[in-house]
């Protein structure tokens, strides 16, 4: 008990001096002061609910996820079709109703084209996504099933809230919350976020960007009356850009889609001055543009961004390297904005705002406040019963309270965690569990000199036999505290990292640093009785 070696005491107060100088800025910002700015300062990040922010409700419009899937069908059919050996000849397909259908020209094709069209009408397992049906002998009906709809919204969900959280991770925001609501719901609150419509901005574009060739065949009169022609799809021109309030035709099928991309960066063209978009392809998106390119060479194709066109350019040479450059009038917030959301990748489904509110600090410097008075007449009235009861070893302990709320916030400031309103009780609880070791230890200590031990053994004993205990006691918490790490959400994994920190550090200062100090105070004075 005794035999504490130095390299152990140094060792142990080096801990001890680190993270209470890592606690310094946070201590001085919880009293109102300001840290210098010359000097580092890991500090602890403040949640929606202490610091303020933003709060956004998104829905998904689950109608758009079964619009999107006919598309997709219809291009996999007409690709199966063509790439068979040899090719099945299909008339026109239709997607009147939510269904998909199209005839064989050939009565004999209809085996062929059922065993071509089986792997796309079976999701994963057992699951099927869309039932198969011939009728009139040679008509294919593709229906949807709701099975394979709510597998497919889904799935757009919880992609879209990955898309979400990098895209908010992009411009700095700690901690957000990102969590799905129902089935088509996803609510966002980032921390320090004071502005609303700067975060809608950013992550309620959609970010679907399409290269689609301009079909030259539609007449201009029908295509401002909103007409398509066969195969093709109107889309109006971008605000701001020098065609704005007019439409463009373009094939609906073919072209290319954004999901290929693997960077995009904001620049300014040094011809035009003006803020571009610079993008570039993965290997297979780069070597689709190239070929689209090169068979199209002399004919426009639009970019198309959010189903509006930024720019309809011709394509005067083949491009290849899998690089292009986006352009449409954008403003340098507005051009980082899309890069950010382009590098994130599009949204799977269009999102719209239905709840939105700005959380003030001040709100939250309420809860700190009250937060902060209940702690210390918490830990006031605790202190003055450890001291009464216990004395000298009181004073031990209360030291060591102290010293673990300040590792707390060392701790928390270096690994850049976040302190939320739940984190605060779950602070507090470290306290109660922090005294509740030492009034074992203390306890055990008085048991031992109750039996007739000598003072040192008795204090040996008492620290032994108890620590067990408290290590049992609270290996079930942190067991419990990453449990709700693992499962919980937003200020639930709060409270449970603000909780496991509290947990080692009370048992490193109430059985470590206390031992130490009892250790000292033993060998100095070397006492023939215990006042505990």
């Not at 890991?42 to 619009?67: F, K, M, T, W």
């Not at 031990?396 to 309270?401: D, G, H, K």
């Not at 850049?416 to 074992?440: E, K, Q, R, S, Y």
């Not at 008085?446 to 000598?454: F, I, T």
């Amino acid at each position: 008990m005794l035999d504490f070696p130095r390299w152990k005491k140094i060792w142990l107060w080096s801990v001890i001096i680190l993270v209470s100088l890592a606690a310094l800025p946070s201590l001085v910002s919880l009293a109102g002061g300001k840290w210098p700015q010359n000097l580092p300062d890991p500090s602890i990040n403040l949640g929606l609910d202490l610091a303020g922010g933003s709060h956004i409700l998104l829905e998904a419009d689950s109608r758009q996820i079964a619009a999107q899937r006919l598309e997709t069908m219809e291009e996999s059919v007409r690709t199966v079709m063509r790439q068979a050996t040899p090719a099945v000849r299909i008339g026109d397909v239709s997607t009147q109703g939510q269904r998909l259908s199209f005839m064989v020209e050939s009565a004999s094709d209809v085996d062929r084209a059922r065993e071509l069209l089986l792997p796309l009408v079976n999701g994963e397992g057992l699951r099927r996504e869309w039932t198969l049906e011939v009728v009139d002998e040679t008509r294919f009906v593709l229906t949807p099933t709701q099975e394979g709809l709510d597998a497919a919204l889904d799935q757009a969900m919880d992609s879209a809230k990955d898309v979400i959280d990098r895209r908010i991770n992009a411009i700095g925001t700690l901690e957000p919350t990102i969590i799905r609501q129902g089935d088509t719901r996803i609510v966002v609150q980032a921390p320090g976020q004071e502005d609303p419509e700067q975060l809608k901005a950013l992550i309620g574009q959609t970010a679907k960007l399409e290269f689609k060739l301009v079909d030259e065949t539609a007449l201009p009169s029908d295509v401002q009356a909103g007409n398509a022609p066969p195969g093709s799809e109107i889309f109006p021109y971008a605000e701001g850009t020098p065609f704005t309030g007019q439409n463009l035709a373009v094939r609906r099928l073919g072209g290319i889609k954004g999901d290929s991309l693997t960077n995009a960066q904001a620049s300014v063209n040094p011809q035009t001055n003006e803020q571009v978009v610079n993008i570039q392809f993965d290997q297979q998106g780069a070597a689709k543009f190239a070929r689209l390119t090169t068979q199209n060479v002399n004919k426009p194709f639009a970019i198309i961004l959010d189903n509006k066109v930024l720019s309809a350019p011709n394509i005067n040479e083949p491009i290849r390297g899998g690089t292009a450059q986006i352009s449409g009038s954008f403003t340098s917030e507005s051009a980082n904005q899309l890069a950010i959301a382009l590098r994130s990748g599009a949204l799977p489904v269009d999102l719209k705002v239905i709840e939105e509110r700005t959380v003030g600090p001040d709100l939250g410097a309420d809860s700190i406040r009250s937060g902060m008075i209940a702690m210390g007449i918490g830990t006031g009235l605790v202190l003055i019963l450890m001291l009464v009861t216990y004395g000298r070893f009181g004073v031990y302990a209360c030291a060591a309270l102290v010293l673990n709320v300040v590792m707390i916030l060392g701790i928390m400031a270096v690994l850049n965690t976040t302190l939320t309103l739940p984190g605060i009780a779950g602070f507090v609880l470290t306290i109660g569990a922090a005294v509740d070791a030492n009034v074992l230890i203390n306890e055990r200590i008085r048991e031992e000199r109750h039996r007739g031990r000598r003072v040192v053994q008795a204090v040996e004993f008492g620290y032994s036999e108890a620590s067990r205990a408290i290590f049992d006691a609270n290996i079930t918490n942190v067991i419990a505290a990453t449990l709700l790490f693992l499962f919980g959400q937003g200020p639930v994994k709060g409270f449970a990292v603000v909780l496991v920190i509290g947990v080692i550090t009370s048992v490193f200062t109430a059985v470590t640093i206390t031992r130490m100090w009892v250790a000292g105070y033993l060998r100095r004075k070397r006492p023939t009785d215990l006042h505990i």
